[in-house]
């Protein structure tokens, strides 16, 4: 039986890597088609040892997918807040520090996490039911408050949260579409900032591997211990993800510098999916794809097998994080041999084929459609946080109507 573990734990590593150094390839997909072979695989194995498999893909996957993020300008639905601010590091010849960044954010809350696993059982039970009842009432006093800030561009931000937050109304209405987020994402976020790296002809410095990580100590606490506390949220509140759960916290810290957002932002979504584990076995509720088809594998999560998957968590986490930095490095040396302008459009064009692939002209439209929005964003100098209506606008009327 160890050795069952072993190579599933083993293979759920090797799988995250794939997930998340690809755009578009998510762990949602892998796990549904572990579930669809199920029938099969059950005939070799238990349930537990596809449990620990998607768990360990699931985890490593949230290291990894801050490189395509930060070096390519590819997020998904929980890095997507990164671009900007690991674009910015990796003009600065930092983009190696900016996923260090991340991995320091994802390692803190697994730690932090794990030493306050029964506190968060004991929270969600109690919590659950009243919380939910008022959550879209705070996220709307928190997009008021989001807005105000920008002191004489209130209207321009309020124009660009409508406006996605429509975008994303009618995106997600559209039940053909196999990728949503993807072009939606990919537009808002991704492609206006590559689209106006190339139209100010930018050049990738020389990445220095070496360079002092500008990160405080108090800086680290602050997004580590936000990125716990909102990602034990998104855990357990439905609707509520990895994406509206960085907005909120970079709201509570307040001003923690660009490498204090990546920390912050990078531990959220592990945070998330380690909590996940918590939420099936205290509520037996599932808030996302991977946590959904290990709970109809094994029915329901009993306390010795919910500590089984916390270690195979931990496991994973050391290993997806001596990994990211590796494969960061690799990145840094390779992305400065070759023109910018062409990394750029070659980019584009696998977003554009994805896209295509996934959703057909219908995402194409999507994608230009967010990507004049980002632009729109840029031009008038308001933030991009913003843009998240996309997402926030749904949540907060799945939460009020």
């Known amino acids: 039986m160890s050795y069952d573990f072993l190579i599933a734990l083993l293979l759920g590593i090797f799988t995250g890597i794939i997930t998340g150094l690809t755009p578009g390839l998510h762990i949602n997909l892998v796990s549904l088609l572990v579930l669809s072979f199920s029938p099969f695989l059950l005939q070799l194995t238990s349930p537990i040892v596809l449990g620990v498999y998607i768990i360990a893909m699931a985890i490593t996957h949230t290291f990894l997918d801050a490189l395509p993020s930060i070096y390519l300008g590819a997020p998904d639905e929980a890095q997507a807040l990164n671009v900007l601010p690991g674009h910015r590091l990796l003009m600065r010849g930092e983009g190696h520090n900016a996923v260090l960044c991340t991995v320091i954010g994802a ?11 029964p506190l968060f ?3 969600m039970r109690w919590m659950a039911k009243p919380v939910t009842g008022v959550v879209g009432y705070l996220l709307i006093l928190l997009m008021i408050y989001m807005i105000w800030r920008e002191q004489d561009k209130k209207l321009k931000a309020l124009a660009l949260f409508l406006l996605s937050g429509a975008l994303g109304l009618l995106v997600f209405s559209i039940p053909t579409l196999e990728q949503p987020l993807f072009p939606l994402l990919s537009g808002l976020f991704g492609f206006s900032i590559l689209l106006i790296s190339l139209a100010q002809k930018s050049i990738i410095p020389q990445q220095k591997l ?5 990160l405080s100590r108090k800086n680290l606490v602050k997004s580590v211990s936000g990125a716990t506390g909102m990602g034990f949220i998104a855990a357990f509140l439905p609707g509520f993800g990895s994406s ?4 909120v916290a970079t709201n509570v810290v307040g001003d923690i510098g660009d490498e204090g957002f990546l920390t912050l932002v990078g531990g959220i979504n592990t945070a998330n999916m380690l909590i996940s584990i918590a939420t099936a076995y205290a509520l037996e509720k599932s808030r996302n794809g991977a946590i959904l088809v290990v ?11 919910m500590l089984v998957f916390i270690a195979a968590a931990l496991v994973a986490a050391g290993a997806a994080a001596l990994l990211t930095m590796r ?14 302008s062409y990394i750029v459009w070659g980019i584009i064009i696998f977003i554009a084929l994805l896209t295509l692939y996934f959703d057909g002209f ?6 230009a459609t967010a990507t004049a929005l980002g632009l729109i964003s840029s031009v008038w100098g308001v933030g991009k946080n ?3 209506g996309c997402l926030l606008v749904p949540v907060i009327l799945y939460f009020v109507l």
């Open 327 to 340: 494969i960061s490095k690799v990145f840094a040396k390779l992305i400065v041999k070759v023109k910018y």
């Open 210 to 214: 070496d360079q002092p990580l500008n």
């Open 295 to 305: 709970n109809k594998l094994l029915e329901s999560i009993s306390l010795q097998v």
């Open 362 to 367: 219908l995402g194409i439209i999507i994608l």
């Open 244 to 247: 509206q759960a960085a907005i």
């Open 121 to 123: 059982i004991v929270l």
């Open 386 to 388: 913003h843009l998240m």
């Open 107 to 117: 390692i803190g809350v697994i730690i932090l996490g794990i030493l306050l696993f």
